[in-house]
């Protein structure tokens, strides 16, 4: 066992022996919207830290799989600093609190890790008395080891939601790692952080203001990149089992020797990105131009061009994510499970980065000849290759210095800054309507109420009760609008005189429903409430919290009171159609990854009443054989009419029965195993048809790419298939009726008549040109010797003119102004300028447009015009004649 998986073991048995339970790492990517990658081990617990999920368990322990890339400028140029890594955690939900974690943290590092408690320093915040005095009197910690800082002692996750004081364990490596003195004053590299303890007990709201939590918890997090290298006795997370195989892997692909600063960051940094790619592309990241992919991309990238510095030659990813699958593997199952995936993402993106390369070094050799006269490459166009074209900037100041040319960095990180600002400014719109009044409010309803009962499986309408009525302010009842609009075009008729839709824009939360709220793809249901006096007409119903089931809709009538009992009955017609297409998803996902390949996952889905939309993992388009075995085999399987069946477990069983698991879905201790027939199993808490045999035929309308190795499969189940069926049928006879052919000889029919169409166009072509090279020479032969031709020539277009004119002109010829009326029943000009020597086209153009009431422009050598009025040609050609004479 490694020195890395005795620590994992060791954390965790720790812990469980003390209470806790073991929760196994949750994915990189989170189920919060408001966070791009999982950044920290409490990431998978900040519902229960919130107050809007109630914790199953009170403590907890994880070793939870990170990444984030705020630090990734000097990833390799310290001993602490990488975009992955491993979390160690212990948490606590309105269980123990400061003592408590104070003490586990110091029994478990002096105790168990046996590090020398003389070498510890701690840390706590400014205003943190409490803190200081347990580890001070119940710990034993001397007071002068013991130092107060400020905002690097208050912990937060992101500008809103959680947060607190922390106090954090430093470790003193020595004095010739720099000046002593505590963390708080020294410079240098002497003392390392090995546990932050996050007293959890507040929450920064959007406006800024913190307000205490529901219960205080607890949140702790010890980097294993970090203390492991404290544990082995060596400076640096560089000399562990961590790293080493994969600085000697990349040494190997590289050929590099070197061992200086630069050598040696550039192999740091090699390292680390294989460890975080692997994480990610397993976790479901495909690389692409935005959002997560983006990131993978650019550490994939950077992770080339390092090596390609030191001097490889070769493919370097592919052998170094091998390396880094072997040294994850025990502690991340999916790695070798999903290797071939792997291997094969990071060959086709490296391939896909070289052709990248080439092409961006072309564009930068274009700019770098504009840059010469100003001496500098605009930090706009800089940024407009990194960001557009994927060229690195490193590359484009590489490139121009070797041309004596320097780049306008200050450009640059200006247009940088302007990007992540932007990025900045949608986070907070993410954030601010996470933390919206509406959520607080439902957060606060499921503390005092509970969850709602949903017995939707089941049921399609049932007696409840009503537990809350809200009327939303304007801005928050903007769904009102977009609802009535998709739900029921017709209703326009039913709109009151201000315009607006029949009804008051209404929130009902009830103890019991059949409607299900919108989630994993599947849109909330429609229907009804209704109690006498009054009805609500439900347009959507969405998750006002996890648990707390929000129906909104217009009241008609009288207000409804809560306490009132009330008939909720959803729209049965609509929800079969959900039914029809949520289990066709399924089996469309099962398809994809049976005539594709287990690499397809899937990126996103909708499951509407009148279609479905799959978005999935892939790196090439879809042929058509191929979308018609995929449609083969989905429809075949519907044929069998086997049983759907649901099954609640918990995750352990149903990784087991070989469930698939989805990023950015969250997964409770139960979850729901839906299985669809014989080949078709995942988790899935939405509603489904009873055998596949309900589906109907299952059709695919288009396929399309929405992003980089990401594609999109629409399709349509039931009687909107049928009717496509038919539709298309239907096409197909009438083809076959126009053209005299039996309906399976259509294909073959149209196909020989666009071969024709097309031996046709190349004949016109053929002519056209001949034409054209004909007047050409007929009107050099007619300049019987001058340097220039003026001559009208009607019938042509503009780039005929001008192609003409380029004719004349290889004859011999200095200048050609041709102008013409390219066809009869319009009233359009065309003109075509064809200069050498000492004559400018487009001057010449700009001259003469006006006459004929239009404008044009082009080069020295060639230009173009157009106008609007035919009677002014003949000036145009005499005053042509005159300045050409003139000129000459």
């Known amino acids: 066992m490694s020195g890395s998986e005795r620590l994992r073991s060791a954390f965790t048995d720790f812990f469980v022996e003390r209470g806790h339970e073991h929760v196994p790492s949750a994915s990189l990517i989170p189920p919060d919207p408001t966070i791009m990658f999982t950044i920290a081990g409490m990431v998978p617990f900040k519902p229960y830290f919130l107050g809007m999920e109630s914790a199953p368990w009170p403590r907890a322990t994880s070793v939870q799989r990170c990444f984030r890339t705020l630090d990734i400028d000097v990833v390799g140029t310290t001993e602490r600093h990488c975009t992955f890594f491993e979390m160690l955690g212990n948490f606590s939900f309105g269980d123990y609190y400061k003592e408590g974690a104070i003490g586990y943290a110091w029994s478990f590092v002096t105790e168990t890790l046996g590090i020398d408690g003389q070498r510890l320093w701690i840390t706590v915040h400014d205003e943190d008395d409490e803190a200081e005095g347990i580890w001070r009197d119940s710990v034993g910690v001397p007071e002068g080891r013991i ?16 947060c607190g004081p922390c106090s954090e364990i430093y470790f003193d490596r020595d004095p010739s790692h720099g000046d002593g003195g505590g963390p708080a004053v020294s410079q240098g590299d002497r003392y390392v952080e090995i546990w932050n303890l996050v007293f959890m007990g507040l929450e920064r709201i959007p406006d800024g203001t913190l307000k205490e939590l529901p219960r205080r918890n607890i949140d702790t997090g010890a980097g294993l990149e970090r203390i492991l290298p404290v544990v082995e006795g060596v400076d640096s997370m560089f000399e562990t089992d961590l790293f080493v ?7 190997s692909v590289t050929g590099s020797s070197a061992h200086g600063a630069q050598e040696t960051a550039a192999l740091r940094i090699m390292a680390d990105h294989a460890r975080a790619m692997v994480s990610l592309i397993a976790d ?5 131009n935005d959002g997560r992919g983006s990131v993978l991309r650019r550490i994939v990238r950077r992770a080339i061009l390092k090596a390609n510095r030191l001097g490889a030659s070769g493919a370097v990813t592919v052998p170094m994510a091998e390396v880094a699958i072997e040294a994850l593997a025990a502690a991340n199952g999916a790695l070798p499970a999903g290797r071939d995936m792997i291997l094969a993402t990071l060959e086709r993106e490296e391939a896909g980065f070289l052709r990248t390369l080439q092409r961006g070094t072309a564009l930068i050799e274009e700019e770098i000849a504009r840059g010469e006269s100003m001496g500098c490459i605009a930090g706009t166009v800089a940024f407009t290759l990194h960001d557009t074209f994927g060229f690195p900037i490193e590359l484009t100041r590489e490139m121009a210095a070797e041309r004596g040319l320097v780049v306008d960095m200050e450009g640059f990180a200006q247009e940088m800054e302007a990007q992540r600002h932007r990025a900045r400014e949608a986070i907070k719109r993410v954030h601010a309507l ?9 957060a606060g309803m499921l503390q005092a109420t509970g969850p709602t009962r949903f017995i939707g499986y089941d049921q399609t309408d049932a007696e409840a009760s009503v537990l809350g009525v809200f009327f939303p302010a304007r801005e928050e009842a903007a769904w009102a609008g977009r609802a009535v609009e998709r739900e029921d075009r017709s209703l326009e008729r039913r709109r009151g005189e201000d315009g607006s839709a029949e009804g008051r824009p209404v929130e009902v939360v009830l103890d019991t429903t059949p409607f299900y709220a919108e989630s994993g793809g ?22 006002g919290a996890p648990g707390v089931t929000v129906h909104r809709g217009l009241l008609s009538g009288r207000e409804i009171e809560p306490g009132e009992r009330v008939r909720a009955s959803i729209d049965v017609e609509r929800r079969e159609s959900l039914r029809r297409n949520h289990t066709g998803t399924h089996l469309v996902h099962w398809a994809l990854r049976s005539v594709l390949g287990d690499h397809v996952r899937q990126q996103g889905s909708l499951v509407a009443p009148g279609r479905l939309r799959f978005d999935f993992s892939h790196h090439s388009r879809v042929g058509g054989e191929e979308l018609r075995e995929i449609q083969r085999v989905a429809n075949y399987e519907v044929l069998t009419n086997a049983p759907v069946s649901t099954t609640v477990t918990d995750m352990s069983s149903a990784r087991s029965m070989g469930a698939l698991a989805f990023f950015g879905d969250r997964y409770g201790q139960e979850v729901r195993v839906v299985q669809a027939g014989s080949r078709s199993v995942e988790l899935c808490g939405g509603t489904h048809v009873g055998a596949l045999g309900s589906i109907g035929p299952l059709v695919v309308v288009s396929e399309s790419s929405i992003g980089s190795n990401t594609r999109r499969i629409e399709a349509l189940s039931g009687m909107p298939a049928a009717a496509m069926l038919l539709e298309r049928a239907g096409a197909v006879d009438s083809l076959s009726r126009l053209l005299n052919v039996e309906p399976m000889q259509v294909v073959d029919e149209v196909d020989g008549l666009m071969g024709a169409k097309r031996d046709l166009e190349k004949e016109l072509e053929r002519r056209r040109v001949q034409r054209l090279t004909a007047l050409a020479r007929d009107l050099v032969a007619s300049a019987g010797g001058d340097s220039v031709v003026v001559a009208r020539a009607d019938g042509l277009a503009a780039d005929e003119l001008r192609e003409v004119s380029l004719q004349v002109r290889g004859g011999g010829i200095d200048a050609v102004v041709l ?9 359009k000009v065309a003109m075509a300028c064809v200069a050498a020597g000492g004559y400018d086209a487009a001057q010449l153009v700009k001259s003469l447009a006006p006459l004929v009431g239009g404008g044009g422009g082009g080069t020295r050598e060639v230009a173009v015009a157009g106008g609007r009025d035919p009677s002014g040609i003949d000036s145009v050609l005499a005053e042509a004649r005159r300045i050409l004479l003139a000129g000459a």
């Open 245 to 251: 195989p994969l600085i000697d892997k990349a040494r």
């Open 147 to 162: 130092q107060r800082m400020g905002d690097d002692n208050f912990w937060k996750m992101a500008e809103t939601g959680p």
């Open 434 to 442: 996470a933390g919206s009044q509406g959520a607080e409010r439902y």
């Open 819 to 827: 102008a013409g009326v390219p066809d009869p029943t319009s009233s």
């Open 284 to 288: 479901g990241v495909v690389p692409s």
């Open 522 to 543: 599947q849109v909330g249901d429609s229907g009804e409430i209704v109690v006498d006096g009054a009805v609500v007409r439900v347009l959507d119903t969405q998750h």
